[in-house]
């Protein structure tokens, strides 16, 4: 039982270490490739300490992706993007209570109190699909196919 524990600890700390660096990959590329519309073309990206956490947090899915293992892929990535539109909305209200929210979306027409883009929606149902396949295997070792 105890080995069981430890094995599972070490899962979820390999997971959110994981979880914590690929999305701050995506945030950096993403941010850089928006500096394009400002014309920046050094393609700066850039992202907070504060995000590492809140992406390694993706860890915690794995029992949902689990879950839904045999549902069609749009169910999935609408679940996921829920989830994650819940963190985001949550940590960032957090944040922003201690002024520490590194993202402020007030200038879009499609925020939630400044912490939630809607328009970021299709980026975040991709994400939850990605955080499944890198988490997420089959008994047999073959991932979860999309």
């Known amino acids: ?3 069981l524990i430890q094995n599972t600890l070490k899962k979820l700390i390999h997971d959110f270490i994981l979880c914590g660096i690929i999305g701050w990959c995506m945030e950096i590329l993403f941010t850089a490739l928006g500096s ?3 014309r920046e073309l050094r393609l700066m990206g850039k992202t907070s300490i504060w ?5 390694g947090s993706a860890a915690f899915l794995s029992p949902i992706f689990r879950l839904m293992r045999n549902k069609p892929f ?3 990535g609408l679940t996921y993007m829920t989830l994650i539109f ?3 909305y949550v940590s960032g209200s957090l944040l922003r209570q201690h002024a520490l929210c590194p993202w402020d979306y007030s200038r879009s027409r499609f925020h939630i109190k400044k912490v939630v ?3 970021y929606a299709p980026g975040w149902f991709g994400a939850g699909l990605l955080f499944e396949r890198l988490l997420t295997h089959r008994k047999n070792g073959d991932r979860i196919s999309p």
Do not use: G
Not at 51 to 55: D, T
């Open 1 to 3: 039982m105890v080995r």
């Open 36 to 38: 394009l519309r400002r």
């Open 51 to 55: 995000m590492f956490p809140i992406y």
């Open 74 to 76: 749009w169910l999935r």
């Open 86 to 88: 819940s963190a985001e």
């Open 117 to 119: 883009r809607l328009d």
